[in-house]
């Protein structure tokens, strides 16, 4: 993960309302803590023309040969390039072919990090030369053409890199195949602005990190044969901005085809809940998206309708990286161009990319931001911030019913009722929702990761209170994360070994279930999931855990 990167000062925020202030900050703080951390068909011809053993370092894309590196129980390639350098009139362009090269490129080192400001714990980055992918396999396979699995990563929507996620041990035990792409993050990836519509876009501006996103699964499609992949089954997965990112290719019709299964991981992809303030990374209309980039762009100086896109390239990227979490923020743009519809809407409607779904949450998923934003302010919540959070957030006919129900002395702390309210009711009762709507129109299997003594991070201060099966716990089940411990005890280990059956069955047959692993039902149309915790994994009821009766009494 070396890579030639430039620090820059994190620079001055626009002033915010308190409310939106503190949302903004709990997510952008939250999503930082998390970066550290067709079946049969004939081969191309540039594939074919390069049989290999399993064990192959060296594979011929479309591009060129590369030269990956052999681990243990895996074959690693990094920093192989899907799409042209998008920079100088390619910045708020859609993703273009990228350049083939002559002898063997050297893929043992991942390519460089999307743009992205400094945060609490990633290093900042100005190279916008980042469209890059990674794949790892088996090293031995048992022969035929393996499923193929796309990691989408999250973080916002403006910060991170698909090279955080080690899939060593998803790709070896699972016998899949993991591609993990960047894709442009912040400003340089979602900034909606009239100015960029069409010209170099192929849709309208607001969407190109998500454009990116198809361009690798294009790749696949045209390359995953080469290095023993079946392109006619292909998984996509993400968690937290790459779970709403896979939400959102679920909706895009120009998604129609490029995979065969989704797994939505604490993925927000509707946000009627959140509200005065949405987290940045939900889809968001147009016109709320268009006004926040005519606002940026006067703020860099760009505010003339007619120069303003050769004005916005000319700006360098440092300087404009730093306007990512600004106010509205980073995430999908929704209305025409690629995203004629919400993800929401889209699954509503029935008019999505219809193929079976595994989604599900943590249990405990608002502990992370609530710690997050603790250590980012060295304050601890304190009841009265508490109530003062609850009266930014809800109605006032509904805070003193709020905090009967969820009163401080049931909790370890201020903080830990703050999580909780915001886990049920922005989390645990929207995901319910959610599943009923999907298993209407697509097989769905439902989860909830609940490890209460899921390992903490190694880079984040703990909280006066547990930090149970907080958001983004289940990541290090999955993935070696060097933010993240990994798991500890010896049931934590089976839960991964568990998770990582339960993945790779479904991307290999659109089932988890097989290999003497308990039984995981379809998600029908009650309240019912999947428990993944060490102690129990089996049923249980996701509404009545977060307390969905009271919040339907509340309307919300």
């Not at 895996?74 to 390619?90: D, K």
């Amino acid at each position: 993960m070396k890579q030639q990167e430039q620090n820059h000062e994190s620079g001055r925020r626009r002033p915010r309302s308190e409310t939106a202030r503190r949302l903004g900050v709990v997510v952008a703080v939250a999503v930082l803590a998390l970066c550290a951390a067709g079946a049969g068909a004939a081969a191309p011809a540039w594939s074919r023309s390069a049989s290999r053993s399993p064990a192959a370092t060296v594979v011929t894309t479309e591009y060129g040969e590369v030269r990956g590196r052999l681990a243990t129980n895996a074959r690693i390639f990094q920093g192989i390039p899907y799409a042209a350098p998008p920079v100088g009139e390619l910045r708020w362009a859609s993703p273009q072919p990228a350049a083939s090269w002559t002898g063997i490129r050297d893929a043992t080192r991942p390519g460089n990090r999307c743009a992205q400001a400094e945060g609490l714990i990633d290093r900042a980055s100005s190279t916008e030369d980042c469209l890059y992918l990674n794949v790892t396999t088996p090293r031995h396979s048992s022969g035929g053409r393996l499923p193929v699995m796309v990691w989408i990563h999250g973080n916002g929507f403006i910060s991170g890199a698909g090279s955080l996620y080690d899939a060593q041990q998803l790709a070896s035990s699972g016998n899949v195949i993991v591609v993990s792409p960047n894709y442009r993050l912040g400003i340089f990836g979602f900034l909606a602005h009239p100015a960029l519509d069409h010209g170099p876009a192929r849709n309208l501006s607001g969407n190109f990190g998500l454009e990116d996103q198809q361009a690798a699964l294009q790749w696949v499609q045209r390359n995953a044969a080469a290095f023993g992949g079946d392109p006619g089954n292909v998984t996509i997965f993400g968690e937290s901005a790459g779970g709403t990112s896979v939400c959102a290719q679920l909706a895009a019709p120009g998604s129609a085809g490029l995979f065969q299964k989704a797994i939505v991981q604490s993925g927000q992809c509707a946000g009627r809940r959140w509200s005065p303030g949405p987290p940045t990374w939900f889809p968001l209309p147009r016109s709320e998206r268009e006004q926040h980039g005519v606002e940026v762009a006067a703020k860099v100086g760009c505010s003339d309708p007619v120069t303003a896109a050769e004005c916005l390239r000319a700006k360098p990227a440092a300087e404009l990286a730093k306007w990512s979490d600004d106010g509205v923020g980073s995430g999908p743009t929704v209305g025409d161009g690629m995203l004629p519809l919400s993800p929401e809407g889209a699954f509503a409607a029935g008019r999505f990319n219809r193929v079976p779904v595994i989604e599900g949450i943590t249990r405990d998923e608002h502990r992370l931001f609530t710690a997050a934003i603790e250590a980012a302010t060295g304050q601890p919540t304190t009841p009265a911030g508490y109530r003062e959070q609850l009266d930014a957030l809800f109605p006032a006919s509904e805070v003193e019913r709020i905090l009967e129900r969820y009163p401080v002395g049931r909790f370890h702390s201020a903080g830990e009722a703050l999580s909780a309210v915001v886990t049920d009711w922005a989390w645990g009762c929207a995901v319910r929702d959610q599943n009923r709507v999907l298993a209407a129109n697509t097989p769905l299997y439902a989860y909830e990761f609940a490890d209460e003594s899921a390992p903490w991070f190694t880079t984040l201060a703990k909280p006066d209170f547990p930090t149970g099966a907080f958001h983004g716990a289940e990541l290090q089940y999955l993935f070696a994360d060097e933010q993240l411990p990994g798991p500890v005890t010896a049931s934590q280990r089976q839960l991964s070994a568990t998770m990582i059956e339960y993945w790779a069955r479904f991307a290999s047959t659109g089932d988890p279930n097989g290999g003497g692993q308990p039984q995981w039902l379809p998600f029908r149309s009650g309240d019912h999931v999947q428990s993944l915790a060490p102690a129990h994994i089996g049923s249980a009821d996701l509404a009545r855990e977060h307390q969905c009766t009271f919040w339907e009494s509340l309307g919300g």
